[in-house]
C-alpha cells in the first residue's frame, strides 16, 4: 500500500519561502504521477501542481511563477519549492499520488501558514 508522507510546512512571513517535501514507500516511485494539493478553511481542495512521470509539470494559475514542483526517482520524494509566499497560500498542503483530485493515494498534510 502506496504511503506518503509530507514535511516542510510552518508559518512564515510573507514574501518568504518554504520547500514541502513528500517521501514515498509503498509502490513504484518512478511509474507514479504525483500531485501537491492544499485547502484553506471554508474552501474546496485545490489542484496546486502536478509533475508527470517524464517531469512535465502544470501548475494552479494563482501559483504560477511562484511555486515549482519537482521529483527525486532516487529518494522517492517529490518537493514543492514555494517562493513569494502571500496569506491567501495559507491552507494544508497534500501530497498525493496521480495528477488529478481523484483516485491515488494522499499524505496527511502539512501546515503552511503565511502571516506577518
Known amino acids: 500500500q502506496l504511503q506518503l508522507v509530507e514535511s516542510g510546512g510552518g508559518l512564515v512571513q510573507p514574501g518568504g519561502s518554504l520547500r514541502l517535501s513528500c517521501a514515498v514507500s509503498?509502490?513504484?516511485?518512478?511509474?507514479?504521477?504525483m500531485a501537491w494539493s492544499r485547502q484553506a478553511p471554508g474552501n474546496q481542495r485545490e489542484l496546486v501542481a502536478t509533475i508527470t512521470t517524464g517531469g512535465m509539470t502544470n501548475y494552479a494559475d494563482s501559483v504560477k511563477g511562484r511555486f515549482t514542483i519537482s521529483r527525486d526517482n532516487g529518494k522517492n520524494t517529490v518537493f514543492l519549492e514555494m517562493n513569494s509566499l502571500k496569506p491567501e497560500d495559507t491552507a494544508v498542503y497534500y501530497c498525493?499520488?496521480?495528477?488529478?483530485?481523484?483516485?491515488?493515494?494522499w499524505g496527511q498534510g502539512t501546515q503552511v501558514t503565511v502571516s506577518s
Open positions: 509503498g509502490g513504484i516511485f518512478r511509474f507514479l504521477g
Open positions: 498525493k499520488s496521480g495528477t488529478s483530485l481523484t483516485g491515488g493515494s
